[in-house]
C-alpha cells in the first residue's frame, strides 16, 4: 500500500484527522503529566506540612537512662562510636532521609554555688554537656573555650549562652562550686568550676540547640522550693575524666529528617521503616520520634485523594475514549461511500481497515508523542506512565480501522425509525450491562479497597453506572417524546411536531453515553466538593463551637466575667475535660472494672447560649439542658461503648466518676456517638450537666472556656485566660505551686483556614477543579459530536422545509425543539449519575483524613441545581451554535445532490 497515497488522503480529510491527532494528544498528555503535577502537589502539600510544624519534631533520638561509664572506653569514645553504629542499622529508606545528626553526653545536673549566684540569692543545677561540632555553631562573645587539655586538680571549665549567664548574673571568670546538695543545701564532693567563656548562636534555629535540656534556655523551676536548671558546655576531655570518676552521665543520639528527602510517593515504606526501629531498639535504650503522626497524616489525606482522582480520571479517560470513538465513527460515516466503493471494485473485506490503519499510523503515533513529550514538560516527579501510553496509543490506533469493519457495505438503513424493536442481542447486551453494574457497586461497597491503590473494581464502577444510566435514559427516551410529538400534531404550526418528532427518532446512543460520562465527571466532583466543604464546617464546629476557644490547665471562676467585659465578646461559658478517669460503683471509689473514660462538665444553657450566638448548628441534648440540681444521679450523656459497658456491669442506674478529686453520682440519660470539643476519634466519654452539680466542699473549676463574640481579639483572650490561670494558681481553694503553661486561643474561623489549606488539599482541590472543568468541557465536545452527526441528515430535512416555504426563524424553533430534549436529557442524566455516585463512593473513599476525623456527608447545594441548569442552558446554545455553523459551511443547496445518505 503506497504511503504517498496514505498521506495524500490524510491531507484531504485533513479535519478529522486533526480531530484524532488532537484527541490522542489529550489522552497521552494527562497519562504522562496528570501523575507528575499531583506528585509536585503531594511534595509541596508534604513539604508545607513538615516545615509548619517544629523541626525538632522530625528528629529520631535516642537516648540511655542515666548510667556510669565503663572501663572499655572514655565516655566520648562509645558515643562516637555507637553514633555510626546506629545509622547504619536504620532500615535504608529512614537512613536516605536523614540530613542532620548529633549526639552529646551529659552529665547530671547538680546543685552549683558561687558569690555571683549568690549575690542575687539564685537556686541553680548545672548539667555539664560535651557536644562535637558547637564551636562551629556558635560565636565566642567572652572569654575562651573550655580547653581540651585536661589537668587535674584544674577547675572545670564550662561556657554558657550570654543570655543565660546575664540572668543568672554570671560571667566569664566567675568561680563556682558544683556537687550534690543535701535537704539544707550543704554540697557533698564538690568540685571547683569557672565560666570561661560566654557564647551566642549563629543560628538558634540550628538543631545543635534542641537536646534537651537546652542550653540557650533556663528551666524554670515547677515550685518555688526547687532550683532553676541550666546547661553548659564542656571540653570533650575533661566530661571523660568525670565521666571516669564515677559521675554519671546520659547518652544521647539525634537524627533529624530532611523535610526535602522525604519522598510523598514513599510515606508507607518510610513509616513502616520508623515502626521497624520502634520494634528492633536496642533494650539499653529509649527511642523517642514523634514524626510518624504528622507522616501517617499525610499519608492518608493522600491515598484519598489518590483513590478520588482515580475515579475522576476513569471517568475523564472513558470520556476520550467515547469522543475517540465518535470521532472514527464520524469519518468513516463520511467516507462510506468509498469504503463500499472499494470493496465494490473487488477489494477485501479488510482492505478498506488497511487502509484506515495506514492513515492512522501517519498521525496518531506522531500525536501521542508529542503529548507524552508535553507531559513530561509538567513539573514533578514522574510514574512509570509509558506502558499505558504505549497502550493507549496502540488502542486509539486501531479504532479508526475497527470502525472501517463496521461500515455497512449494502444500502443504507434508515436510523432514525422511533419503534424500531431492538435485536435479541442488543436486549441482552444491555440487559447484562445493568447487572454487571449493580453487580460491581455492591461489591465495591461489601469489599471496600485498599486507599491509594488503583483498584480495577473502583475505576470500573462509575463508567458502569454511568453507562447503565445512559441505556436506561436511551430506552425511556423516545416515549415521553411520542407523547409530546402526539400532542404537538393537534397545534397549529409544524414547528413544535416536526421537531419533537424527528427528536424522538433520533439515533444518539453512543454520544449519550458519552455526554452522560462526562457530565457525571464534572457532577460528581462538584458534588463531593460541596460535601467536604460542608463537613470542614461541621469539624471545625465541633472542634469550637462556639467563635473562639481557650484551652489551658484551671481557671478562676471569674474568669468569666473578665471575658465577658472585652470588647466585641457576647456570651461565655465553662466547660472541663478530663480524659481517662475511672468509674466507680460507689462513693467511695469501688472499681467498676471497666475500661477509662474521658469526662465532660458543659453547662447546659451556656452551652446552647454561646453556640446560638456564634451561629453554630449545635443541638444541646435535652438531658443536659433540662439538668438542674436534686436528689439522685445527675443524667449523663455517654458514648455507646460506655453505656454498653454499664448496662453489662449493671450500673446503667447508678455509677460514680471523679471530676477534679470529687466523685460524682451518674446514670445513662441518653447516648450519643460523638459530642463537640472531644476528637472524633474519641469512642468512651461520659457528659455531666455543670449546673445540675450537688453542692461540696470544692467545686470544679473549667479547663476550658468557650466565647462567642464578633469581632474577638484573640490577644486580648490569650491574656485574660492567663490573668485567670493566674488567680486561680494564688487564690483558688486548692493553691497550686506549678506554673501553669500559658493558654491557647483557637478560632472556629482559624480552624476552618487549617482544615482548608493544609495537607494534602492542593492535591485534592486539583482533582476537583481538573475534573470539573474538564467534565464540563468534554461534555459540550460530546454535545458537538452528537450533533454533527446528524448535521448532514438534518440538513436535508432543513432545506426541503425551505423549499416548501419555512422561514428562517421557524428553521431556529425547529432547531431548538429538536435538540431540547437531546440536551436536557444528557446533562440531566450526566448531573443524576454525579449526584449518586458520592452516596456510593463516600463510604469508600477515606475523605474524613481531609476534615478531622468527621465523616464526610454528601451535599447537595442550591448553586449545584442552578450550576446544572446553566449547563444544560450553556450546553443547548453550544449545540444550537454548532449546528447553525455546520449548516453554513454545508451550504444547504448542496446538501440534496450528495444523496439520502447521513
Given amino acids: 500500500m503506497s504511503v504517498g497515497a496514505a498521506v495524500r488522503r490524510v491531507r484531504a480529510y485533513g479535519g478529522q484527522f486533526l480531530l484524532l491527532a488532537v484527541l490522542t494528544l489529550v489522552v497521552t498528555l494527562l497519562i504522562s503529566g496528570v501523575p507528575r503535577l499531583v506528585n509536585r502537589l503531594a511534595e509541596q502539600g508534604l513539604r508545607a ?181 541550666i546547661v553548659g558546655v564542656v571540653a570533650q576531655s575533661a566530661l571523660n575524666k568525670r565521666a571516669a570518676a564515677g559521675w554519671p552521665v546520659q547518652y544521647n543520639w539525634r537524627y533529624r529528617l530532611g523535610a526535602d528527602r522525604i519522598d510523598a510517593r514513599e510515606l508507607d515504606q518510610l513509616i513502616d521503616g520508623l515502626q521497624t526501629m520502634q520494634r528492633t531498639r536496642p533494650q539499653d535504650l529509649t527511642l523517642t520520634q514523634g514524626v510518624d503522626v504528622p507522616l501517617r497524616a499525610f499519608a492518608a489525606q493522600v491515598d484519598a485523594a489518590r483513590t478520588l482522582l482515580a475515579v475522576i480520571a476513569a471517568g475523564v479517560l472513558a470520556t476520550l475514549a467515547g469522543l475517540i470513538v465518535l470521532a472514527a465513527s464520524l469519518a468513516t460515516r463520511r467516507r462510506r461511500s468509498e469504503f463500499v466503493l472499494l470493496r465494490a471494485r473487488g477489494g477485501a473485506a479488510t ?50 480501522p475497527l470502525a472501517t469493519l463496521a461500515v455497512p457495505v449494502g444500502a443504507a438503513a434508515r436510523r432514525d425509525l422511533i419503534r424500531v424493536r431492538p435485536s435479541a442481542r442488543r436486549l441482552t447486551v444491555e440487559v447484562s450491562l445493568l447487572l454487571l453494574a449493580g453487580l460491581a457497586a455492591v461489591l465495591l461497597r461489601r469489599r471496600g479497597l485498599t486507599l491509594g491503590e488503583v483498584d480495577p473494581l473502583l475505576v470500573s464502577v462509575p463508567v458502569l453506572l454511568a453507562v447503565a444510566a445512559a441505556v436506561l435514559a436511551l430506552r425511556a427516551y423516545p416515549w415521553p417524546l411520542l407523547l409530546v410529538s402526539r400532542l404537538a400534531a393537534r397545534t397549529r404550526g409544524s414547528v413544535a411536531f416536526l421537531g419533537t418528532a424527528r427528536a424522538g427518532r433520533s439515533a444518539v446512543a453512543t454520544p449519550l453515553v458519552v455526554v452522560v460520562l462526562a457530565i457525571g465527571t464534572a457532577a460528581f466532583c462538584a458534588v463531593v466538593a460541596a460535601g467536604v466543604d460542608a463537613s470542614r464546617e461541621r469539624a471545625a464546629e465541633q472542634i469550637v463551637p462556639a467563635d473562639a476557644v481557650i484551652r489551658g490547665e484551671r481557671f478562676a471562676p471569674d474568669t468569666i466575667d473578665e471575658l465577658g467585659r472585652l470588647p466585641g465578646v457576647r456570651a461565655v461559658t465553662r466547660v472541663l475535660y478530663q480524659a481517662d478517669e475511672r468509674l466507680a460503683v460507689d462513693e467511695i471509689g469501688t472499681d467498676a472494672w471497666v475500661a477509662p473514660t474521658d469526662v465532660l462538665l458543659v453547662d447546659g444553657s451556656g452551652l446552647d447560649a454561646v453556640a446560638r450566638e456564634s451561629e453554630v448548628d449545635l443541638s444541646v441534648p435535652p438531658a443536659l439542658l433540662a439538668a438542674r440540681p436534686g436528689e ?130 492542593g492535591v485534592l482541590a486539583f482533582g476537583f477543579v481538573a475534573g470539573a472543568v474538564g467534565g464540563t468541557v468534554l461534555g459540550l465536545l460530546a454535545i458537538a459530536f452528537t450533533v454533527l452527526a446528524g448535521a448532514r441528515a438534518r440538513g436535508q430535512v432543513l432545506s426541503r422545509l425551505r423549499t416548501l416555504g419555512l422561514s428562517r426563524r421557524q428553521w431556529r424553533g425547529l432547531l431548538l425543539v429538536e435538540l431540547t430534549p437531546l440536551v436536557a436529557v444528557s446533562v440531566l442524566t450526566g448531573a443524576l449519575v454525579g449526584a449518586v455516585l458520592p452516596l456510593l463512593l463516600n463510604p469508600v473513599l477515606g475523605l474524613s483524613a481531609f476534615t478531622s476525623g468527621v465523616p464526610v456527608q454528601v451535599a447537595f447545594e442550591p448553586s449545584l441545581v442552578a450550576a446544572v441548569l446553566a449547563l444544560g442552558a450553556v450546553a443547548l446554545g453550544f449545540a444550537v451554535a454548532v449546528e447553525a455553523l455546520n449548516n453554513r459551511r454545508l451550504r444547504l443547496g448542496e446538501v440534496l445532490r450528495l444523496g439520502e445518505e447521513s
Avoid at 389 to 398: F, G
Avoid at 673 to 682: C, D, Q, R, Y
Wanted: glycine share 10%; aromatic share 6%.
Fill in 49 to 229: 506540612q513538615l516545615s509548619s510544624e517544629p523541626a525538632a519534631r522530625r528528629d529520631i533520638s535516642y537516648t540511655t537512662g542515666v548510667v556510669t561509664a565503663t572501663s572499655k572506653n572514655t565516655a566520648m569514645g562509645g558515643a562516637t562510636e555507637r553514633f555510626d553504629r546506629l545509622a547504619a542499622e536504620m532500615p535504608s529508606q529512614v537512613r536516605s532521609a536523614v540530613t542532620e545528626r548529633w549526639y552529646n553526653v551529659d552529665s547530671q545536673a547538680a546543685r552549683v554555688v558561687g558569690p555571683d549566684l549568690a549575690a542575687r540569692n539564685l537556686r541553680v543545677d548545672l548539667g555539664l554537656r560535651a557536644v562535637p561540632g558547637i564551636q562551629g555553631a556558635s560565636t565566642l562573645v567572652e572569654g575562651a573555650w573550655p580547653s581540651e587539655t585536661y589537668i587535674p586538680e584544674r577547675p572545670i571549665e564550662v561556657a554558657l549562652d550570654v543570655d543565660v549567664a546575664g540572668k543568672l548574673n554570671l560571667r566569664a571568670g566567675s568561680q563556682l562550686r558544683i556537687g550534690n546538695a543535701d535537704d539544707k543545701g550543704k554540697l557533698s564532693d564538690a568540685a571547683p568550676v569557672v565560666v570561661s567563656g560566654l557564647f551566642r548562636p549563629v543560628d538558634p534555629a540550628n538543631g545543635i540547640w534542641d537536646g534537651l535540656p537546652q542550653l540557650l534556655r533556663i528551666i524554670e523551676p515547677p515550685g518555688d522550693a526547687q532550683s532553676k536548671v
Fill in 632 to 761: 439522685g444521679p445527675l443524667p449523663a450523656i455517654v458514648s455507646p461503648a460506655v453505656a454498653a459497658d454499664l448496662a453489662k456491669a449493671g450500673l446503667n442506674d447508678s455509677a460514680f466518676i471523679s471530676v477534679q478529686g470529687q466523685r460524682y453520682e451518674f446514670r445513662v440519660a441518653d447516648t450519643q456517638e460523638g459530642f463537640p470539643l472531644l476528637s472524633a476519634n474519641t469512642s468512651r466519654f461520659v457528659i455531666l450537666p455543670w449546673q445540675a452539680l450537688p453542692e461540696r466542699t470544692t467545686t470544679p473549676v473549667p479547663t476550658s472556656l468557650l466565647v462567642a463574640g464578633d469581632p474577638l481579639d484573640a490577644e486580648a483572650l490569650r491574656v485574660a485566660g492567663d490573668q485567670g490561670q493566674a488567680r486561680y494558681q494564688r487564690d483558688g481553694a486548692v493553691t497550686g505551686r506549678d506554673r501553669p503553661l500559658g493558654v491557647t486561643v483557637d478560632t472556629r474561623a482559624d480552624v476552618r483556614r487549617e482544615l482548608g489549606d493544609g495537607g494534602a488539599n
Fill in 351 to 400: 482492505a478498506g481497515a488497511r487502509r484506515s490503519l495506514a492513515e492512522s499510523l501517519l498521525v496518531v503515533p506522531v500525536a501521542a508523542a508529542l503529548g507524552w513529550w508535553l507531559g513530561t514538560l509538567f513539573p514533578g516527579e514522574p510514574d512509570p506512565t509509558t506502558p499505558y501510553v504505549i497502550a493507549a496509543t496502540v488502542l486509539v490506533t486501531l479504532a479508526l
